[in-house]
């Protein structure tokens, strides 16, 4: 298994950094799923949403939104006593897109948050994985008021093959999350399962 610099694990008596990206469309909850599961206060550069950038990015369905991540999230997870997982979250603004590029060097895998209110703007960061052959699995995000479509019928709708899993979670909850990462992690380990899961991590 590679790890965040790209190298194998490191030996017996060292310690292994495991980096995972967590991605997705404007506001489909990036910054919440990571504070949720990091065991450390997560950093977090958040800035206050102006007009201007809501021409870019309508806030329809996320009207509450009042702050947007312009460079990235970062939080950590200590798996065991050789193993760290670092997560870095993306910023969701089509203008800060530049720097996924940076963002997903040595990365182990992704998860691709999906918002079914506005379920196409999370295709820019699955096209961006499959294109760079990045690992991910896809999280629907179940907002209230949203809703709620089977796995399958949002795999149906994004195009997926039936080797990507698509899970439900609740970015805001801990388990949920975690839920989602092991989702990825066994993805990773067996990349060509037909998972085609319907339980809510
Ligand atoms: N009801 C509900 N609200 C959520 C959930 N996840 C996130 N939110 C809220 O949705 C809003 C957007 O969440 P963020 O975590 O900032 O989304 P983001 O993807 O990081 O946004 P950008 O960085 O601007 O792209 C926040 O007000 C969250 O509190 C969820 O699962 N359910
Ligand atoms: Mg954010």
């Known amino acids: 298994m590679a790890c965040a610099n790209g190298s194998e694990p490191a ?15 404007f506001g489909a909850g990036k910054t919440t799923f990571v504070g949720a599961v990091s065991e450390i206060e997560p950093l977090s550069t958040e800035e206050l949403l102006s007009g201007l950038s ?29 193993h760290v ?29 999906a918002d079914t209110r506005r379920l196409a703007d999370c295709f820019p960061a699955v096209d961006f994985f499959e294109r760079r052959g990045i690992g991910f699995v896809v999280a629907v995000n179940e907002f209230a008021g949203g809703h709620r479509y089977a796995p399958d019928e949002v795999r149906d709708a ?15 909850l801990p388990s949920s999350g975690t839920g989602v990462l092991a989702s990825l992690v066994h993805h990773l380990l067996h990349p060509n399962d037909s998972i085609r899961s319907s339980c809510r991590p």
Do not use: H, N
């Open 85 to 113: 997982l670092y997560l870095f979250g993306t910023p969701g603004q089509q203008r800060f897109w530049f720097l996924w590029e940076e963002l997903c060097a040595g990365a182990l895998g992704a998860v691709v948050l």
């Open 11 to 25: 030996a017996r008596g060292s310690s292994a950094t495991l980096k995972v990206l967590v991605a997705g469309g």
């Open 158 to 172: 994004m195009g997926l093959g039936p080797e990507v899993p698509v899970v439900r979670c609740d970015a805001r």
């Open 54 to 82: 809501e021409a870019a990015d309508p806030l329809d369905g996320v009207e509450a939104k009042t702050t947007t991540t312009v460079a990235l999230d970062f939080g950590r997870i200590t798996l065991d006593e050789r």
